[in-house]
């Protein structure tokens, strides 16, 4: 047996004991104080920040910090840099970096620093250069000079994002940021990583003020059902995103502080434009005949908002005034069937076509409760209209790869919409034009010069009443041509023991762990 399948045996087990006793409920703490434990979901194998998405995991475990970062409203506000300008060409950006930061190893955080990192990120993933590309990037004195090879209005927020972290480059000779983590500058320092666990340790030269554990342990429960046990059991002290059916078990105020907050995620599933649902009558019937309402309302229990348009209506970029023209209508959705040449001819419940029968494969990962429940219910709507659907469970760890090289029909995700501060880079990745792979995230083949020309729009104004028109319009295109179909809106929450303090959802996913987070007085 894994060292997963032991933990999560003997977790199960020490609950069913302790319910003999005390019903398994009052989230009691193991009663060490300078240890924090934290229950997630890791969907990183390693620390490695360039790699996929996995420096979100290095901030959220306290550990890595950027040049800027976003308040609860989603505002550019310093971090590792104390202001930032704009010259009069729209080009140059000057950021001012923090005196007296140093990293975790004691090593003071210098522009020079900062470039350093800034350049590794662009050499080791070519996405830093879907948010920005720039001709010159230079240090004088705790100044860093970036010039863009265009204007980038948002070019604070796109630094903001965890690929570019700030890491001590020079200490990669010595240390295996993969397997040991980066250096950084953040209130923690790993200690050791595997996928099942994670453990940090205070860092003795944090900038930030007082870090209030010595100890941050951080195992990784991927059932979110199992997450929930384990904060009633005390063998977490606080627990991130419990699945929306399970928030009513820690309604206790006196044992548990809920906080949970529209997120900024839209559940989608993406459609590759290459296989049988890039006949556009198809993937039109397809959208046509699922039922987000009764998923929504009806399977999830009204816990998430059903799915319309890219952008969630927790942001405030025209939800109301787009218009899907996919909206539920099974009887539509067969007449585009039949429209399209796909019939019943053999009798068996699914259409076919030239002797190939209407199948698509729906690609799916299950650390997040809703999405085997989202593609259950796509799957059982298509039967009544005469498609196959497949669903294939993948690890988590897979999807970008997956997503990048267009391997599947129809790839559902759960995708962060303002990850830089707006849309703009959410709906650039996923729906423009991917030429010769300078849009690596594009693998459904998604194609529209329309779209294309607002995209390039967008991404020269800085007007923020003409950015919201032009992230509208690119939306209502998307609906119109039925480029993917989204299913839902969740909430966000972490839940935490009232024994400890300052646990937060931010709506912006990066900052689970904090120095904030202390024990209760």
Not at 12 to 41: E, N
Not at 130 to 139: L, R, S, V
Not at 218 to 238: C, H, K, W
Not at 355 to 369: C, E, Q, T
Request: hydrophobic share 35%; proline share 5%; aromatic share 10%.
């Amino acid at each position: 047996m894994g060292k997963k399948k032991r933990w999560l045996a003997a977790l199960l087990t020490g609950c069913m004991a302790a319910a003999l006793f005390t019903g398994c409920g009052g989230g009691q703490s193991t009663g060490d104080k300078t240890t924090l434990k934290v229950g997630v979901t890791n969907f990183a194998d390693t620390l490695e920040p360039t790699e996929n998405y996995f420096g979100w995991v290095v901030m959220r475990y306290g550990m890595g910090e950027t040049l800027v970062k976003f308040d609860e409203k989603m505002n550019a506000t310093p971090w590792l840099a104390e202001s930032w300008q704009i010259a009069d060409d729209k080009l140059t950006w000057t950021f001012k970096i923090r005196d007296n930061v140093k990293f975790s190893n004691g090593k003071p955080l210098t522009a020079e620093a900062v470039k350093a990192s800034l350049e590794r990120s662009f050499k080791k993933n070519n996405r830093a250069e879907t948010f920005f590309k720039y001709t010159e990037m230079k240090a004088d004195g705790q100044n860093l000079i970036i010039k863009t090879e265009k204007p980038s209005p948002s070019m604070p927020g796109f630094l903001a994002d965890p690929l570019f972290l700030i890491v001590d480059v020079s200490s990669e000779g010595e240390r295996d940021f993969a397997k040991q983590g980066p250096i950084c500058t953040g209130p923690y320092v790993c200690e050791s990583f595997v996928k099942e666990k994670a453990v940090m340790k205070k860092n003795p030269n944090y900038w930030g003020g007082e870090v209030p554990y010595e100890t941050v342990e951080i195992p990784s429960i991927d059932d979110p059902n199992t997450r929930a046990m384990a904060l009633q059991s005390g063998e977490v002290d606080m627990a991130v995103n419990i699945a929306a059916g399970d928030i009513g078990l820690f309604n206790d105020t006196s044992k548990f502080h809920v906080d949970r907050i529209a997120s900024l995620r839209t559940v989608l599933a993406r459609i590759n434009q290459k296989g049988l649902l890039g006949d556009p009558k198809v993937r039109a019937a397809f959208i046509s005949m699922t039922d987000r309402k009764a998923y929504n309302e009806v399977i999830l229990k009204g816990t998430f908002i059903p799915g319309k348009a890219p952008v969630p209506p927790s942001l405030d970029y025209g939800f109301d005034q787009l218009t899907d023209p996919n909206a539920y209508n099974v009887e539509r959705a067969k007449t585009l069937l039949e429209e399209a040449g796909w019939t019943d001819t053999d009798g068996d419940g699914i259409r076919d076509k030239d002797g190939k029968p209407l199948s698509v494969d729906f690609v799916i990962y299950n650390s997040r409760a809703e999405l085997p429940i989202y593609a259950e219910a796509v799957q059982a709507d298509a039967k009544k209209v005469g498609i196959d659907v497949k669903v294939k469970t993948v690890d988590y760890n897979l999807l970008d790869k997956i997503g990048i090289n267009g391997e599947y029909d129809l790839l559902i995700s759960n995708i962060t919409t303002a990850n830089t501060g707006d849309p703009e880079i959410y709906l650039n990745w996923y729906w423009r034009t991917n030429i010769n792979g300078n849009n690596p995230q594009n693998g459904s083949g998604y194609s529209n010069p329309e779209y294309d020309a607002k995209c390039a729009e967008l991404a020269v104004e800085f007007d923020r009443a003409k950015r919201r028109q032009l992230m509208i319009d690119m939306q209502q295109i998307l609906l119109n041509d039925g480029a993917a179909l989204f299913l839902g809106y969740p909430e966000t929450n972490i839940i935490s023991s009232t024994k400890i303090t300052g646990a937060i959802m931010h709506p912006a996913d990066y900052y689970w762990i904090t120095n904030k987070i202390k024990l209760a007085n």
